[in-house]
């Protein structure tokens, strides 16, 4: 189950990343990034991309680290990995819905996927072992 988890993990950072990279109007930080490197051309599907794509991303990434957790068992580890999921989702609403000013719901749909994007590096650099076994964590020896 590992590999899927760490697989889901990453398309859903980058997934989340492209779909804002093309909504120019929405978030403009990103979409210059994307027009940049080429991806302008996804600008005529801003409408899927911010109300279909970027939340569904999101919702990999999360179930990516709820299987990472139950591969790994680092509860520190899968909580980090969630908040940038949930950062991610929560700022789509907020944004979708109106409830807060456009430009606080892109900050933290920004920081979201800056948190996304970090862990997901610190993945690929430090990945995660199991520490415990399905049944629990076996007690540390003593000294005594």
Not at 2 to 22: E, L, Q, Y
Request: proline residues 6%; hydrophobic residues 55%; contains cysteine.
């Amino acid at each position: 189950m590992r590999p899927i988890a760490r697989i889901a993990d990453k398309a859903g950072v980058f997934g989340s990343i492209i779909s804002t990279m093309g909504c120019a109007v929405c978030f403009p930080a990103l979409a210059s990034l994307g027009a940049a490197i080429g991806l302008g051309f996804l600008a005529q599907w801003e409408s899927l991309l911010v109300h279909v794509l970027i939340p569904l991303f999101a919702m990999v990434a999360l179930l990516a680290n709820v299987l990472g957790w139950i591969s790994h068992r680092q509860w520190r580890r899968s909580l980090l990995g969630s908040i940038g999921p949930l950062l991610a989702l929560g700022g789509w609403y907020f944004f979708i819905s109106g409830i807060l000013a456009k430009d606080a719901a892109r900050g933290i749909l920004y920081a979201g996927l800056a948190v996304m994007l970090a862990v997901s590096v610190w993945d690929l650099v430090l990945p995660a072992t199991r520490r415990c076994k399905p049944d629990g964590c076996e007690p540390p020896a003593g000294n005594g």
